[in-house]
């Protein structure tokens, strides 16, 4: 079956300092979210999409949507209150135990190989999970003044990546939960390891960017050249 897919967004992305918020900035001749949603198709042709957008959004060109099936919500204050209206707006179409995969549109360069293997994988699973990749460098905490207070174990740490995927029903208790309680949670992972699950990790590859910073869209640039070749 065909997951339901949600594309937070709504983001301005301020950190990347730019004209624009980061999903519409140019990378290889075409925004980035237009290849997010082109990665997002060839591996779900079929998938059901809902797009968080800011309400006030200037950029978006629906003629980057290759989904038959796609609606447009309202982003939120928040990543989880973008996602959290997304699953609001199919709540009469969704069923519980309907898989739902939320990506993060600032993730041009996930390959398909990777959506797909996430979707196997989290088929036959009860609680749900996310691609991630084992952390390579040494990790340090820092004692809030700029010196280190002290060295994280490296041994067992994982980069959350996305897609997460997680059935409506779960997805949506654990967030609501989650705002409720007034914690922010920076992904759906977090919400639903909240409510005592714990989440399946599915090594995915490690160039699955996220575009945070002005230096990343010349590394996704070199991330997609790489791949096509
Ligand atoms: O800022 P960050 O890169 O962590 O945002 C992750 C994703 O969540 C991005 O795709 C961004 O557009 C989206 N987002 C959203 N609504 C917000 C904040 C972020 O859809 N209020």
Request: proline fraction near 6%; include cysteine.
């Amino acid at each position: 079956a065909s997951p339901w897919l949600v594309v937070p967004a709504a983001g301005q992305g301020r950190r990347m300092g730019a004209d624009r918020p980061k999903q519409y900035l140019t990378l290889d001749a075409r925004p980035v979210m237009a290849h997010t949603l082109t990665r997002l198709h060839a591996a779900f042709p079929g998938a059901r999409l809902c797009l968080c957008l800011d309400p006030d959004d200037a950029w978006f060109d629906p003629d980057w949507v290759l989904f038959a099936d796609w609606r447009r919500v309202a982003g939120g204050a928040e990543r989880a209150d973008s996602v959290a209206n997304a699953l609001g707006a199919i709540a009469h179409e969704a069923r519980d135990d309907d898989l739902v995969l939320v990506h993060d549109v600032a993730r041009p360069c996930v390959a398909v190989e990777d959506l797909r293997r996430l979707m196997r994988v989290l088929a036959d699973d009860a609680v749900g999970g996310l691609l991630a990749a084992t952390v390579a460098d040494t990790m340090k905490r820092d004692d809030g003044g700029g010196r280190v207070a002290r060295t994280e174990p490296r041994a067992g740490l994982w980069h959350a990546l996305t897609p997460q995927g997680f059935r409506y029903g779960l997805l949506n208790q654990a967030l609501r939960q989650a705002m409720a309680s007034g914690v922010t949670v920076t992904d759906e992972a977090s919400a639903v390891e909240a409510l005592g699950h714990a989440p399946r990790l599915v090594p995915g590859r490690r160039d699955n960017l996220k575009i945070t910073h002005p230096e990343d869209l010349a590394l996704a640039g070199m991330i997609l050249a790489a791949q096509a070749s």
